[in-house]
């Protein structure tokens, strides 16, 4: 579901104006919907219903705390992947023990901090990493709940840098040699306590195959943990993914999302419909950790024309909002669209690059698009970008990072204030004479 729809003309989200947010509070700006969070989280959950299950909602897609607020006040829980997105967590009112810990590079400080703060369970990476839990939780008299995240050594069929269970990616233990691991916790690691199995072949899948193959492969493996080990739950990950290229054509007072259903290969009741038969008859606790379906379609960056320049080979669209803002672009090929906040009625369309102030040639946030003519001083909009992207911006070439909004129904609360030129120097030192 979609919450950004024309209203007479103009882009709405909900029930606001996005042209007097962008005048308000100005851009590059994000805005994200309530309203779309909160209909995807109970779509999955209703989805899954029939199992013991809970969300985990990866933090790394969207950590504001607004978002965080959000989930948490709907029942869910949180896969994390740094102290710091633990710390988020409670600041935002969720609860440490709905939290499972992801990552293969966990420090010592953030081991000891989750382990105070009481976490669900670490989902370790490595053998080593199991070692180091284990000591920290000796040295603070705790025991550490813990889980083995398996690679499958399935293909998720997405991008490269974001696929995550092939053998040759840095994740996970090896498929034949996990239940070795488990069988070395149990006898060498007095302080951890064998909790569950983790997996996340990947993100951004449109196809159910690889999630049903790779469920198929480690169901088996799950039967013999419960066995051996006695696990308690079984978290099959995130990336689920989410329709990109939707068209904004509906019309007013139309839902953007009502063809999407139709359209995109992969929907929730699919997606269910093809999992819950593997994963019930395990009898155990499912955790899923679905960050950018949650947020993804929710949010989207505004960003002011600044100049049109016409090239001898291109027509550059310059806009006010750059990779530094939403890195997606550059770094994954990753396709947004864009649309004007003043719907351009049966106006031709012209290629352009839609490019931002960046000195780098990757600095584009579309290449080859066919856009309604636009000028300087009109604001566009960069669809499907609540996911990865504020949480993926950087301050390069000191750029303070842009607001954050989010919308109730017709309500807008500011929930990040656009960084000034003093946060962008705050914390560093001239060297004293
Ligand atoms: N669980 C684990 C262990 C993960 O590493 C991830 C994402 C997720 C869950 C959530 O995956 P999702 O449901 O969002 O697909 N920056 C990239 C995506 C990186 C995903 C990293 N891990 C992008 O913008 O496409």
């Known amino acids: 579901m979609h919450s950004f729809r024309y209203i007479q003309g103009r882009l709405h989200c909900e029930n606001v104006d996005l042209e007097s947010l962008s005048a308000k509070h100005g851009t590059p700006l994000y805005v994200y919907s309530k309203e779309t969070i909160t209909d995807h989280y109970k779509r999955l959950d209703g989805a899954l219903d029939r199992l013991d299950h809970l969300i985990c909602y990866a933090v790394k897609a969207n950590s504001n705390l607004a978002i965080l607020q959000t989930i948490a006040d709907l029942g869910g829980g949180f896969d994390i992947v740094s102290g710091g997105e633990l710390y988020r967590v409670i600041q935002a009112g969720g609860r440490a023990s709905q939290c499972t810990f992801a990552g293969v590079g966990k420090t010592r400080a953030e081991i000891e901090y989750a382990l105070q703060q009481g976490i669900y369970s670490f989902n370790a990476e490595s053998e080593a990493e199991l070692r180091q839990i284990n000591e920290v939780a000796g040295s603070l008299g705790k025991k550490a709940p813990v889980a083995l995240r398996v690679n499958p050594n399935v293909d998720a069929k997405t991008h490269k840098y974001i696929s995550t269970g092939k053998s040759e990616n840095k994740f996970g233990v090896d498929f034949d040699r996990i239940l070795d691991a488990y069988a070395a916790i149990a006898t060498e690691c007095e302080h951890l306590e064998i909790r569950g199995l983790q997996m996340h072949i990947g993100s951004q899948l449109t196809s159910i195959d690889p999630f049903v193959e790779a469920a198929k492969k480690v169901a088996p493996l799950v039967e013999k943990l419960k066995e051996r080990h006695h696990i308690k739950f079984f978290s099959i990950g995130g990336g689920l993914g989410i329709v990109y290229r939707e068209s904004l054509d509906s019309g007013d007072q139309t839902w953007w999302g009502e063809k999407e259903e139709a359209e995109r290969p992969l929907t929730i009741q699919s997606y269910a419909d093809a999992l819950v038969p593997i994963l019930e008859p395990l009898k155990l606790r499912i955790l899923l950790e679905p960050g950018r379906f949650m947020v993804g379609n929710a949010g989207a960056l505004l960003s002011k024309v600044l100049y049109l320049k016409k090239g001898n080979a291109k027509k550059f669209v310059i806009v006010d909002a750059g990779m530094n803002d939403l890195i997606r672009p550059a770094l994954y090929e990753g396709w947004h ?97």
Do not use: W
């Open 337 to 433: 669209q864009i649309t004007p906040l003043q719907k351009a009625e049966g106006a031709e369309l012209e290629k352009v690059d839609v490019v931002g102030p960046i000195c780098e040639t990757g600095d584009f946030l579309a290449q080859d698009r066919e856009l309604p003519p636009v000028q300087a001083g009109d604001t566009l909009a960069v669809l499907s970008a609540g996911a990865y992207g504020f949480t993926m911006a950087s301050n390069y070439n000191s750029r303070p990072l842009a607001a954050e909004i989010l919308v109730d129904g017709s309500e807008a609360h500011l929930v990040r204030e656009r960084q000034t030129l003093d946060d962008l120097v705050r914390g560093e030192h001239l060297v004293q004479k």
